[in-house]
């Protein structure tokens, strides 16, 4: 038996996904070894092949990014998002009352003519088999991903916070000693607490976990003086849309 062939393909993003895979380095000839890239969007022409497995980054935007992602679907027999665009619409999917504005104050002569659809998550136009949060994907949480996906299995995930990741790398905490409005006792674990580790607040990308408790952050945020608007604005750059 062959390899199993598996593709790579971006709807609306900024191919942030797809340039971490990329970027694996020497894991990228580890990927080669156990499947047939037939697609990787950015770094090679398409074999042409239908793949067994397709990752997805990006959310659907278009006409053309539901058609085909629809035709997409039916090729293969697991598809996956990777990327928070894919999983909840991302960033991009922010403030829908704002957006013409938005449009029009990056646009001013064209933005009002723009034809865009609101952006979706793949899951709200096809099946998604599994989803892979991150803005970016994180490449080990990846890497950890396709070795259960590769053998047909729904992969194990982190079922704790940000914070037990910035715990257990002993960073000093952001939100009880610098009072940053870190997201990270809410936010589903995966990255390795990317940010804090860096000095910087967790935004959550990764999305909430299943035991978050959103009210007792938003406390603590009020506490530290944030207003209601400041609140507001920092649960919907990711969180707000769920995963
Ligand atoms: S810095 Fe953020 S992620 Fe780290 S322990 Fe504090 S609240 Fe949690
Ligand atoms: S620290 Fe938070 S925002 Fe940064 S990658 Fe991790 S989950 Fe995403």
């Known amino acids: 038996m062959g390899k199993p062939k598996a593709g790579f393909y971006s709807l609306t993003s900024c191919s942030g996904d797809i340039l971490e895979i990329t970027n694996l380095g020497e894991d990228i000839l580890k990927l ?7 697609h990787l969007n950015v770094a090679m022409p398409s074999t ?15 006409m053309e990014d539901e058609e085909f992602l629809k035709a997409l679907r039916k090729k293969v027999k697991q598809l996956v998002g990777i990327g928070t665009c894919a999983c909840t ?27 865009i659809t609101f952006p979706r998550p793949l899951k709200d136009i096809v099946t998604v088999d599994f989803s892979i949060p991150g803005c970016p994907i994180e490449k080990k949480y990846l890497l950890h991903c396709l070795g259960y996906l590769l053998k047909g299995v729904l992969p194990e995930v982190p079922a704790y916070s940000v914070c037990m990741e910035c ?12 009072s940053s409005a870190c997201l990270g006792p809410v936010t589903k674990a995966g990255c390795g607490a990317r ?5 910087r607040p967790c935004d959550g990308c990764f999305g909430f976990y299943d035991d978050a ?30 995963l």
Do not use: H
């Not at 080669?32 to 037939?38: G, I, K, R, T």
């Not at 042409?48 to 278009?62: M, N």
């Not at 940010?195 to 000095?199: A, E, K, R, Y």
């Open 48 to 62: 042409g092949k239908d793949p067994d497995i397709a990752f997805v980054e990006g959310a659907v935007t278009s």
């Open 89 to 115: 619409g991302g960033v991009i999917a922010r403030g829908p009352e704002d957006r013409r504005n938005w449009l029009t104050d990056v646009y001013p002569e064209s933005g009002a003519g723009f034809d």
């Open 32 to 38: 080669f070894d156990l499947v047939e890239v037939v």
């Open 195 to 199: 940010q804090p580790s860096l000095g």
């Open 213 to 242: 408790n959103k009210e007792s952050l938003i406390e603590i945020f009020r506490e530290m003086g944030l207003s209601e608007d400041e609140i507001k604005k920092r649960f919907d750059l990711f969180l707000e849309r769920g």
């Open 167 to 178: 715990k257990m790398k002993g960073n000093e905490c952001l939100l009880r000693y610098r």
